[in-house]
Structure formats: C-alpha cells, structure tokens
C-alpha cells in the first residue's frame, strides 16, 4: 500500500480543480481515473488530421472567474478562442420545418395572445420553489412553454428540464461577476480539453489513468482507496469527484448515510453521438446549434463557432434508450447524408444529475453527513451543472479540508 497526502477520485474538472487547488498549496496529489484520458465532460475528440470538436461541454464564458483562475494556471491565458458569428445562430425544428433564429427572434415563435394573458399576472411572481416549467409557463402560458422555451431550456443542460429548480442551487441561472480582461464567450484551440490537459501536469499532480477506483473507506491514518484492479492505497484526505452515482457505489459501505443523501438526486443518463462531415456536404446553415421539438435528441451542437476550411462537425445529444442503429439513422435523416459520408465518428453514453425542486435541501443533507470528515465531496450536482459551479464546489471543498493538513516544510 502506498500512502499519500490527497487522494482524488476522477479527473473531470472537479476532480482537476481540487487537485490543481492543493497542488498549488505545495500538496502532493495522486488523482484516480477510470478512463485513459482526463476531461470527463470535457472531451474534446480528435481526428487523424487533426480536426476537433467537443462531443461535450462547447462554452465558457468570462463570467466563470475560478474555472479562468484554471487556465491561467494552466499557462493557457493567450490560447483563448472566440467564438465566431455563428455562436448567436440557431436552428429550431419542429414538424419537419426548420427556422434559422437569432435569440430576439425565439420571441416571435411565442404565441402572443396567450403571453398577453399570462405575463401581467406573472409578473410579480418571486421563482420561490418553483420549477422551470412553473416559473415560465406562468409567464408566456403553458402551451408557449411547452412548444417553445423548454425545447431550448433542455439544450442546455442535455435533458428535459421542465423539473429543474427556476432559482438557487441546482438551476441553471446564475448570475456572476465577469473578468471583463478575457472575452465573453470563448473556446481554445484544440478544444475545452485543453485546459483539463494543462491542469493534470502542474507539478504535485500524478494522474493514475486507466485506474477505476472500487471503494473508498476509513482507515486509521485517513482513508483507503481500492482499485478495481486490486492495486489499494491510503490517503490522509480524500475528494470524491465521480459522477453521483458512481460516488454513491463507491462511499457506500463505509459512508452510508452519505451515499443515501447522494442516491436522493436524480440521475438521467444522455448518448452523444459526434460526427465529421466534409464541409461540402453539410447542407445545415452555419449555427451554433440545432433544437428540436418533441425529438429523440434534446439538440445538436456543432463546431461552427470556430469555422473550418474543410470540416464541419455534429454532436447530437440524445434521450436514452434508443437503439445505437435509431440514432445514427436519426443522425444521417438530419444531417441527409448516409453513413459513409462521416469522415469520423465517436460515440459515448454519460448520466448527469437532474436536480428537481428542494435541490438545495438535498444539497444540504449531503454537507452534513460531510460535517467534521477529511472527507471532499464535489461534482456537477451541487450548485449546478456548469463548470464554473463544478470548479467552485471544489475549491470550496478544499478550503474546508486542507485545514486537517499539517502546512508542507
Ligand atoms: C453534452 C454536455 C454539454 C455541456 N455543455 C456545457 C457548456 O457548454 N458549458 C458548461 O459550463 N457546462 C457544460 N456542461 C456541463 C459540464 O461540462 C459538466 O457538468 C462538468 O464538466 C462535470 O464535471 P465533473 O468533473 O463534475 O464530472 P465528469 O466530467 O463526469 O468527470 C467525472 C470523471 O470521473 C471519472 N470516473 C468515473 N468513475 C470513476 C471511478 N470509479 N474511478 C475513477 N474515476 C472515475 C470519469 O471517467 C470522469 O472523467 C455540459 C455537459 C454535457 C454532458
């Protein structure tokens, strides 16, 4: 058994940004990672020829101050990309019919005499505990809601998001500072994956790649860290960073109040499916990304932000359940191409957390069973599922840890 300072269980940006964290306190950091290669939803894939698209998370913005504190620390401050015209366009499918949008002219797909009869009586209505549906359907009616905002409420978060809470932890509005020094809206080169890249070499970070981690326990110098492969270690601290229900399985046994206040949030799992097309034969007009209604995918996110002379890549997020042969055929009806004209195709199944109302409640009974432990817990289910709510849980984890730690010589 080997024995280390903090022990990190998933290399997504949580699990980078608590170790980047302690890193820079002079840390020694061994992150486990179930996959070969680090980013989890940041996953940028790469072609032969050297193309990229992200078959995940696409956007960040200068109003996410702690994930910019990860790239400058990653040396990335100059490889800053913004996103081009196509970042404001749009296209909105529904019954087979496609308009090509800008974000005013969602407006106009409303139905406005059931708005007018809506809206004044909404209007000095607090979102409370409500959810997204409740909240928005109370201001443009039920049926604007269902035909028209929750088709682009879902695209964000690659889920229906009707049950989402309107306001607070687990919603998916925040309003934050911006570093107005960096550009609003932006990518990198090569791609978000980029920066989980950068981050897992700062020095102090050992990254232990292709290594699922099976169980997590108590043990008398702090706790220990069980390998599916066998191989075990022991760790002063420990950060849990895997997906929520992976974390749940994992601190089970030793932690069960813990992994029930984890098992209270929904999870919902979503399959992406990316494709590369020679630009020639993408007949889609240049957008951000595509919405439809009442389909099987919740959108499709392309990489015309940053235009390429030759390439045009689609990544479409899809429900679960469906066949892998019913989303490549839905994939090759949109796209109106057979599967011989992809030029590159990757394919991956995620679960993310599907916060409902009383997420915070949840959120809080997870702290408490967190009270007094050595123990971090991080991820995309506490504030909510952007990055910058990711890298803040984990510093904030950090914080209330790091103080078991004896200050490096
Ligand atoms: C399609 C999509 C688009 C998105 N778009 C945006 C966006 O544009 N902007 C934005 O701000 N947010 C976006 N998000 C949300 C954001 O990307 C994620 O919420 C965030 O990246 C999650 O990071 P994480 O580290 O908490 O979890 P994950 O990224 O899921 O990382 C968890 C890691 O743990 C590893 N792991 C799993 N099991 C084990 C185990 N047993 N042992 C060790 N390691 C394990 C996984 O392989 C993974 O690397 C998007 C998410 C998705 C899915």
């Known amino acids: 058994m080997k024995s280390i300072d903090l022990a990190v269980v998933g290399g997504g940006v ?17 992150l486990f990672e179930s996959d070969a290669r680090v980013g989890g939803c940041l996953h940028s894939e790469r072609t032969a020829s ?19 504190d990860l790239v400058v620390g990653g040396g990335l401050q100059d490889a800053l990309l913004e996103r081009g015209e196509a970042r404001s366009k749009f296209g909105f499918l529904r019954d087979g019919n496609y308009r090509w949008l800008t974000p ?65 932890a687990g919603s998916l509005f925040k309003t ?6 960096f550009i609003r809206s932006f990518g990198f080169e090569g791609g978000l ?83 590369v097309l020679p630009r020639e034969q993408a007949w889609l007009p240049a957008c951000a990304f595509l919405v439809p209604v009442d389909d099987s995918f919740f959108s499709c996110v392309t990489r015309d932000a940053f235009p390429d002379e030759k390439f045009r890549a689609f990544t479409f997020h899809f429900r679960p359940g469906l066949t892998r042969e019913a989303r490549l055929a839905r994939v090759c009806e949109i796209l109106r191409v057979e599967q011989s004209a992809f030029l590159h195709l990757a394919e991956k199944q995620i679960t993310l957390p599907a916060p409902t109302v009383g997420h915070a409640g949840r959120v809080a009974a997870i702290d408490r069973a967190l009270a007094g432990t050595s123990l971090a817990v991080t991820g995309n289910y506490f504030d909510g599922l952007a990055i910058e709510d990711c890298v803040l849980r984990s510093f904030s984890e950090w914080q209330r840890i790091s103080g078991a730690l004896i200050a490096p010589a």
């Open 50 to 68: 050297g193309f990229w698209f992200e078959m995940g998370a696409h956007t960040t913005y200068n109003s996410y101050g702690a994930f910019l």
């Open 176 to 181: 934050r500072p911006r570093r107005k020094e």
């Open 193 to 275: 994956q980029r920066v989980c890249d950068a981050v897992a070499a700062t020095p102090g970070i050992t990254i232990e790649r292709k290594a699922a981690v099976r169980a997590v326990g108590k043990h008398a110098e702090g706790f220990s860290i069980e390998l599916e492969s066998g191989r075990s270690f022991v760790s002063r601290l420990c950060a849990m960073a895997a997906p929520l229900q992976v974390a749940g399985r994992v601190l089970r046994a030793d932690f069960p109040q813990l992994a029930d206040a984890l098992a209270a949030i929904k999870a919902v799992a979503v399959d992406s499916v990316g494709v």
């Open 14 to 30: 949580s699990g980078l940004a608590l170790a980047w964290k302690a890193a820079c306190e002079g840390r020694k950091v061994v």
């Open 104 to 168: 005013p002219r969602v407006l106009l797909q409303l139905n406005w005499l059931e708005a007018a009869l809506y809206a004044p009586r909404a209007a000095f209505r607090a979102k409370g505990e409500r959810s997204v549906a409740e909240h928005f359907g109370a201001f443009v009616g039920a049926g604007n809601f269902k035909r028209v905002l929750s088709p682009f409420l879902s695209a964000v978060p690659s889920q229906l998001a009707d049950s989402f809470p309107a306001e607070g």
